[in-house]
């Protein structure tokens, strides 16, 4: 991947790390990261689709490569924040229209933005995520609702030992190997970015992440798939343990604009187990439904 970094400073005065890559002047793909993955998980989208797209990407506030936010509080990393880094992005980036693509947190990202900024909206494509408060949906358990705030607290306090024992766990392929055991990823992993991913995962600041987490955890975006006013394509696997495939039909089903293709074996890391699959079918619905409106607009 040949990636280009720089900045963006964000409503409340936050800096913002972005990600650019691919030809100035191409049509642009804006992409919006899970709570657990950063531009490193669309290494082969990247390289599919750089030839012929601009790609943007940032962190979000506080993760990764990204700043703490300036205000120490809760609502500094609420989604509606992330939005306001978005538009920061877009700004920095000269971008007035894109295709929007989510991974996981990042639908969730990508529909409120949509909510206040639906003109800028080429396409949105969506790949395992939802559409609100994933706790009352996660592993299709309704205990998780209440599990899932008191495994946060957990994290933020184990910050330490993360840091300690993470490095030494991720230069194994045994957690890999316990992931794909319960299902939490399948045998067609791509082992090496997963590794790389981890790798970074281990040495995130875990207080902001378990901020952004329980935003996201509040967040309710159900209202918006009735209200797409774009070409919209869903993707997810039908093995998919954090985001269950009766929860995305259920969304696709309020989508008007929609196309939905779910891949047999596919967990919660479609991009990365089935990469080429994912491209080809992104490559498919924007190659027709751009074009289609193109032509309609001309």
Known sequence: MDIHEGSAVSADGSTITTYTSGPKGAPVMVLSNGLGGNIITWRHLIDHF?????????????????PPALEDSDEAYSVARHCEDLQAVLKAEKVKKAVFIGWSMGVQV???????????????IQINGT??????????????????????????????????????????????AMAKAVGLASPTLDEDVFFDLARD??????????????????????DMPAKMKCPTLVITGDRDLFTPIAMTRSMVDETPDVE???????????PLEYPMVVNLRIEKFLRERLSKAQNHAS
């Open 50 to 66: 750089t030839p012929a797209y601009r790609i943007v990407s940032w962190d979000y506030r506080g993760l990764y490569r990204s």
């Open 110 to 124: 990508n529909l409120e933005y949509h909510r206040r900024h639906w003109r800028r909206f080429l396409a949105s």
């Open 131 to 176: 559409y609100g408060k994933p706790f009352e949906t996660a592993f299709n358990a309704p205990w998780m609702s209440v599990v899932g705030p008191r495994l946060l607290d957990v994290m933020e306090k184990v910050e330490p030992l993360m840091r300690s024992v993470g490095p030494i766990v991720t230069r194994t392929r045994a957690f890999i």
């Open 201 to 222: 995962y281990v040495n995130l600041d875990f207080t902001a992440y378990t901020r952004i987490f329980r935003a996201l955890a509040d967040h309710d975006a159900r």
């Open 260 to 270: 939905f293709m779910a891949i047999k074996g596919g967990t919660h890391y479609t």
